[in-house]
């Protein structure tokens, strides 16, 4: 497979303890990870080479998250200095009825600082097969946007295959309104070939809403037909994208989901089977192994979307079972979910 580039910010992030609220801890576990670091590790656990192209502080801090990135195989040359501090984000996991809860400490960060010129995204797309961002990266920071907006034009300009999550996050939009967030994801997304998104980030990000459906996002059963009208209107709106995808996700407790997909290709909407994840260690970073999955499933099964988004689904329920932003899964393990073999037996 030829290289696969994502673009974004890499945080620090802290949490208490197993699911201790941040009122009772006295220490924090300390990972790294963001939306498209996650998709590289998860693409580099596969065996695809895979460059992370972020922008950095030279500290001790910056340091740790580039070694982590070198550390799960991700290529890191493209990575551009600057800057005083990385973002941080605190985590407080959720169980049962307690839903997990974030809190962000990014503000003027080394990406939120970049502005466009600092990347020379003709030369990071050479012999480039395919370009990821996520709707997470133009909402840190008008500078982070424009970036983002020079990678797609590059990205498009090279026949370079481009995908997003669009990833609407309510907390990070504040230096613009609605209109001209939706003008920057609209421009954004119009680029794409590959748009992943639930019925929120389409709502939020684009005015869409289902026609005459009721989509249920609480409980056991979502309705993979309710996203059909969505898929549609996606791609009436964005005539470049081929497939339009989102996961399914029911949510019982957060200790307890059901969790799905759906692939549309413009003719077939495609749904893969239901996994019932019943002891979630960690959720955070679970849209992020689908992407990396379907990434990989559409790379090596080119002609068959079905396959390709079984491998995403299974691919990322298997993260539900990781501790951490990224999923340390193998090939092998989720072509061993998806063959029905949910055991949990030892392997000896």
């Known amino acids: ?3 696969v580039v994502t673009f974004g910010e890499i945080m620090l992030r802290l949490a208490p303890p197993g699911f201790l609220r941040f009122s009772q801890t006295i220490s924090f576990d300390a990972v790294y990870g963001g939306g498209e670091s996650n998709v590289a590790v998860s693409l580099a656990n596969y065996g695809v080479p895979v460059d992370f192209v972020t922008r950095l502080p030279k500290n001790d801090i910056g340091e740790c998250a580039l070694m982590e990135m070198r550390k799960r195989g991700v290529g890191t040359d493209k990575i551009i200095y600057g800057g005083d501090r990385l973002g941080i984000y605190f985590l407080e996991t959720g169980a049962v009825s307690r839903g997990s809860k974030v809190v962000y400490d990014r503000a003027h960060s080394a ?42 034009k590059a990205a498009s300009d090279m026949g370079v295959t481009i995908s997003t999550d669009l990833n609407y996050r309510a907390k990070l939009w504040n230096y613009c309104d609605e209109s001209k967030r939706e003008e ?43 996203f059909l009208s969505v898929c549609e209107q996606m791609m009436k709106r964005f005539p470049r994208a081929k497939k339009v995808i989102t996961t399914l996700r029911g949510s019982l407790s957060a200790s307890h989901n059901t969790w799905a997909g759906v692939l549309y290709d413009g003719e077939t909407m495609y749904k893969s089977p239901e996994y019932q994840i019943t002891h979630i260690v960690d959720r955070v970073g679970g849209g992020d192994s689908f992407m990396g999955g379907l990434i990989y499933g559409l790379l090596k099964y080119p002609e068959d979307d079905q396959n390709a988004l079984n491998f995403a689904v299974a691919a990322s329920c298997l993260k539900h079972t990781i501790k ?11 072509e061993k979910l998806m063959g029905g073999d949910a055991s949990g037996r030892v392997a000896r």
């Open 1 to 3: 497979m030829k290289r």
């Open 324 to 334: 951490g932003d990224a999923n340390l899964v193998t090939v092998a393990e989720v």
């Open 184 to 226: 920057i994801m609209s421009e954004l997304t119009s680029h794409c070939d590959i748009v992943l998104g639930n019925e929120e980030d389409a709502e939020k990000h684009f005015g869409i809403k289902p026609e005459g459906l009721d989509i249920t996002t609480q409980g056991e059963h979502v309705k993979a037909e309710a």
């Open 111 to 152: 990406i939120a600082e970049i502005e466009k010129g600092m990347v020379d995204w003709n030369s990071v797309f050479k012999d480039v097969e395919w370009f990821h961002w996520t709707g997470i990266t133009p909402a840190i920071s008008q500078g982070a946007a424009d970036a983002c907006l020079e990678a797609v």
